[in-house]
């Protein structure tokens, strides 16, 4: 009976262990970006990351989304925290959703450029795929400023043969009903929109979808 009792018990951590190993062994697809993808303002269940979770479950890939985003990031701060981010993750795809608050703070382009090719390089050496997110700045700081911002993200997607998304806000950041208050920050009802736009470039990105 004791005998019994032990090879049932042995059984069960088998089984643990081996979900555990399944649960890790799906691919991960690391979000890097700033208040848009952490959600500012918005509940974590409403934000365009947790629908793009759904989305891939929904559609029948096993990838699991972590959000490595914190409100207020800067490209420097993100390059900062990337490579521990891939250590502990071995993403299969890295969104990089950053550059906003550098532009909104008038941070030399070429930093900005710089900080962005690095990250791309590491997710790449890393052997994950990159999708570069690119964003828009209001005028305050003169046209050359702004057209140039905005240049740099398709730049960093040449160099590295990657994918960008040249707008994230594409619909959204001129709509008032789909702005916060502060006229900054998507609200809830912006998110889906917000996948919408990365959608097509992300999902060629992904591999296919099981057969099981």
């Known amino acids: 009976m004791f005998r019994s009792f032990c090879m049932r018990v042995c059984l069960g951590l088998i089984l643990l262990c081996g979900a555990g190993v399944a649960a890790s062994a799906a691919p991960v697809v690391l979000v890097v970006g700033d208040s848009l993808s952490a959600g500012f303002g ?13 989305r891939l479950a929904a559609q029948g890939y096993e990838h699991r989304v972590v959000n490595a985003s914190a409100s207020g990031e800067t490209t420097g701060g993100g390059r900062a925290r990337l490579p521990r981010a891939l250590e502990l993750h071995d993403p299969a795809l890295v969104i990089i959703e950053l550059g906003g608050n550098d532009g909104l703070r008038g941070l030399p382009l070429t ?42 993200y398709g730049e960093v997607a040449a160099e590295f043969d990657v994918p960008v ?3 994230f ?44």
């Not at 990159?130 to 828009?136: F, I, K």
């Not at 008032?176 to 912006?190: K, S, V, Y």
Request: proline share 9%.
């Open 165 to 167: 998304v040249p707008f």
């Open 42 to 54: 918005v509940a974590t269940d409403e934000g365009w990351v947790t629908l793009l979770q759904a």
């Open 111 to 152: 930093q900005v450029r710089e900080n962005l090719a690095a990250m791309v390089r590491m997710s790449l050496d890393q052997g994950a795929e990159v999708l570069l997110v690119g964003m828009h700045i209001p005028p305050n700081y003169g046209p050359a400023y702004t057209s140039g911002f905005h240049a740099l």
């Open 169 to 212: 806000l594409e619909g959204v950041a001129l709509d008032p009903e789909l702005m916060q208050e502060d006229g900054i920050h998507p609200n809830a009802r912006a998110q889906p929109r917000m996948l919408e736009n990365l959608w097509p470039a992300l999902e060629r990105l992904l591999t296919p979808v099981s057969a099981s």
